[in-house]
């Protein structure tokens, strides 16, 4: 095969990839060499200790039963030449402990990682640094393991992307300055097992390199993903979502804290079947938790006990307007319980019971400083909720009805008003 172009690798990369460089003789050299030390001591079980200072490699393949261990914040591998610098490949175990792993002399390729292991069972990473990749941080396809105490920052694409995992465990990372989302959690099935436990990370900075209306620009995504767990993350600066579900079963989103998002601060959407979103605290979003797309699958939700405070008008895309109920501290549409969640404005709508209304339950919620406290769509096929036991503090008013977009005036709270079929109101406390 010839040489590749600087410039046909600059197209393959696309236009954000770093200029393309050859590796240099030496270090391919280091590679090779590094790679005989690997496989004789991972045969034996034994570890490579690598000492303090930059090591530059043309890529590394990593044998089966790799440990490979540096000087914690010294010993730096650099990437000379296209990547992945580290990969690994139907191996039972691999380990690595405090390396600094760093793409900026060359190119990886797009949707690879500057790490890169598939069918790996047994993964660990820990205490180590990933940087300067111009396509993903960490990709992983069927792997599990425990990915730990790690420094992910400055990569074009995802800081962790992670495809039909075993159980991965994250905790207690940082995610930092990611083109597009912190976080990718993937499956090829809607609803297969998981198992990842998102965990103790902190998540800033998450810009929306790629565009699109949701798909980039979050802190967590979970895309189909099932029996996943998102606990006690930090996740702050994103230009759309703290965490998005589009189509995984039994997500569960709990006492994570979440600021400053361009969009809605947490979505299920799209088929998201089970979510959680239990004890969160969501500062300074476009709007709250929505439980959106009833109409393409998504079914059954607990919003419960979270504080959502200074809702803002934020508009990533032309789109996220009224219609889509900016503002709104909780939306919900099918077989969802919204209860005792602390929802405080400026704020448009507390919270909005919209779609078909089917099975809808808001109860024991404290709303305050916002247009209208508890919204409910009517029309022909609207099901049955119940808006119970509220406090709330609304300016226009407590409880309305609306047809789309169209708010009929009458607060319903008060003596008198019109009953509607199919919503139960009572104990609301207003004022």
Not at 227 to 252: D, K, P, Q, T, W
Not at 391 to 405: D, L, T, W, Y
Request: charged share 20%; net charge neutral; glycine share 14%.
């Amino acid at each position: 095969m010839g040489l590749i172009s600087r410039r046909d690798m600059l197209r393959f990369c696309g236009a954000a990839a770093a200029p393309f460089l050859a590796p240099d003789a030496r270090a391919q050299a280091r590679s090779l060499d590094l790679a005989t030390r690997l496989r004789a001591d991972a045969a034996t079980g034994a570890a490579v200790s690598l000492p303090a200072g930059d090591i530059v490699l043309a890529g590394l393949d990593l044998p089966d039963g790799t440990i490979l261990t540096g000087v914690p914040g010294r010993t730096a591998l650099k990437l000379s030449g296209m990547g992945p610098l580290l990969t690994a490949r139907g191996a039972r175990a691999i380990s690595l402990e405090g390396l600094i792993l760093d793409g900026a002399g060359g190119s990886v390729p797009k949707e690879k990682g500057l790490v890169d292991v598939t069918d790996t069972p047994g993964f660990s990473m820990r205490g180590c640094v990933i940087r300067n990749s111009t396509a993903r941080g960490i990709n992983l396809t069927r792997c599990g393991g425990v990915f730990a105490q790690n420094d992910v920052l400055r990569v074009a694409d995802a800081g962790y992307h992670a495809l039909d995992g075993l159980g991965m465990d994250l905790d207690g990372n940082r995610f930092r300055q990611c083109g597009d989302n912190g976080v990718v959690l993937w499956s090829t099935a809607a609803g297969r097992y998981d198992g990842a436990r998102v965990r103790n990370n902190l998540i800033e900075d998450v810009r929306n390199r790629s565009g699109g209306n949701g798909p980039y620009g979050n802190g967590v995504f979970v895309w189909g993903a099932g029996v996943v767990r998102v606990e006690r993350n930090r996740i702050l600066r994103c230009a759309y979502s703290a965490v998005r579900n589009s189509g995984g079963h039994s997500l569960s989103v709990i006492g994570n804290d979440c600021r400053d998002l361009g969009e809605k601060a947490m979505y299920a959407e799209y088929g998201a079947k089970h979510s959680t979103f239990r004890d969160n605290r969501i500062e300074s979003a476009g709007a709250g938790v929505a439980v959106a797309n009833a109409d393409h699958g998504t079914d059954g939700a607990l919003v419960a006990g979270n504080v959502i405070l200074r809702m803002t008008p934020n508009r990533p895309d032309p789109e996220f307007g009224p219609a889509m109920l900016w503002l709104t501290g909780v939306l919900a549409e099918k077989n969802v319980a919204v209860t005792g969640n602390q929802i405080v404005g400026p704020g448009w709508i507390g919270v909005a019971l919209g779609g078909w209304r089917e099975n809808l339950r808001a109860e024991a919620n404290d709303i305050s400083n916002v247009d209208y406290g508890v919204v409910f769509a009517t029309g022909e096929g609207a099901g049955e909720a119940a808006i119970v036991a509220n406090r709330i503090r609304a300016g226009k008013a407590a409880v309305i009805a609306s047809a789309g977009m169209h708010f009929f005036p009458e607060d319903l709270t008060r003596p008198g008003a019109k009953a509607w079929p199919g919503v139960t109101l009572r104990g609301n406390e207003t004022g």
